[in-house]
């Protein structure tokens, strides 16, 4: 009887330790990594895709008809505007040539011949007239001949990268043929055409009409490029217009950037994807991505940390993304300091001792910004 009173008062003093014990060891702050976040001028892009296209393209087609003699460029080389590229057997044209000439000599003379005899009235005027109708007549017809003896060297249009020639040394061309010989293009600079949905056109409008957004200047409108291998683009480019008539079918609006290509990375008909500026948010908020979850409904939320070192779920509303992090639309403001680190450990209303957590930079890549049209 003695031991069970024993034992059991030696449990009743083990469970008053253990109630002792553990609300002091509950009331320990848990450790977190914060960041202050700050309200700076944040430039928005918005990331269309698109294609390249040649600033220039000439198809090369020959304007007298014969037998092509000669191909005289290397296919896929780089050729300057009027530089010879087919040499068309000038045989006959040069035989026209010859003929305007001799014609053209004779009829000179004899206008000359005649020119006094008109003037001692030994000949009528009329037949005077014709002789110098018939001088002029054969000075346009050895010019025709001319053109057309230069027209048997088919000549560049414009310099640019030649393509493959469709025609070889003794086919048959003729005048006015829909088929061309090949083409040129020139790809420095070239373009990169996008398409932009009227309602994103209309709703950046708004936000630069109301002041939440601030038109950029000359020097932040550079419009960045991404490849079809996710790589970026070393030059920046220009905008260089937007079209005024919205696409029925679609919706959109076409507009079109030039950029430098002296590598000739960019070909012509390339997939990319183009970031042009939007505008400026001159007090946005960034916090980073890590900081940042989402509840069961998707909605996203930060664990912000008051000034009592308690802990508070944060509701917010986020833009696009820059870097690696997230543009905050509502639910924060500059000064607040959300957690970062040690986000598992924490609870709304839980006690925490922050520390504030270095930065991390972004991956080059990932520079530009979404789509929001995509959010």
């Known amino acids: 009887m003695r031991l069970k009173t024993l034992s059991a008062s030696l449990i009743f003093l ?40 040649a600033v220039r393209t000439a198809e090369v087609r020959p304007q007298v008809s014969g037998i092509i003699l000669k191909r005289l460029y290397k296919e896929g080389s780089e050729v300057k505007a009027g530089e010879s590229l087919y040499e068309i057997d000038p045989a006959s044209y040069q035989a026209t040539y010859d003929k305007a000439e001799a014609t053209l000599t004779n009829a000179n003379r004899l206008a000359q011949r005649y020119k006094p005899l008109a003037a ?94 601030k038109a950029v200047g000359d020097n932040a409108a550079a419009v960045k490029l991404t490849l079809e291998d996710g790589s970026g ?55 980073p991505q890590e ?26 509303t986020t833009g696009e993304t820059i870097g690696a992090k997230w543009l905050v639309t509502s639910g924060l403001k500059s000064g607040e300091r959300v957690v970062v680190d040690g986000l598992q450990s924490i609870r709304a209303g839980a006690k925490v001792t922050a520390s504030e957590s270095q930065e991390k930079s972004a991956p080059q890549a990932n520079l530009t910004t979404t789509d929001p049209s995509a959010q």
């Open 14 to 53: 083990l469970a008053a330790c253990d109630q002792h014990v553990t609300p002091a060891a509950s009331s320990q702050p848990t450790p977190v990594g914060v960041m202050t976040l700050r309200s700076e001028p944040v430039t928005l892009f918005t990331q269309l895709p698109g294609r390249t296209t």
């Open 291 to 316: 900081a940042i979850m989402h509840d069961s409904k998707g909605n996203p939320y930060v664990f912000v940390v008051n000034a009592d070192s308690t802990v508070a779920q944060r509701s917010i």
């Open 120 to 213: 001692a009235h030994a000949i009528s005027g009329q037949t005077y007239d014709d002789a110098v109708a018939a001088a002029r007549e054969a000075q346009a017809d050895l010019e025709t001949a001319r053109v057309n003896l230069n027209y048997t060297k088919v000549r560049a249009p414009i310099s640019g990268h030649i393509g493959r020639s469709l025609s070889t040394e003794g086919a048959l061309v003729t005048n006015g043929q829909t088929s061309y010989l090949t083409t040129i293009q020139q790809l420095d600079p070239i373009y990169v055409d996008v398409s932009e949905s009227s309602q994103d056109l209309l709703r950046q409008r708004a936000a630069l009409a109301d002041g939440r957004l």
């Open 233 to 287: 683009y070393a030059q920046e480019g220009k905008l260089e217009f937007s079209e005024v008539t919205v696409d029925e079918g679609t919706g959109s609006v076409t507009m079109r950037a030039s950029f430098p290509n002296p590598n000739r990375v960019l070909l012509p008909g390339m997939f990319v994807h183009a970031s042009f500026p939007q505008g400026i948010a001159e007090q946005g908020i960034l916090a």
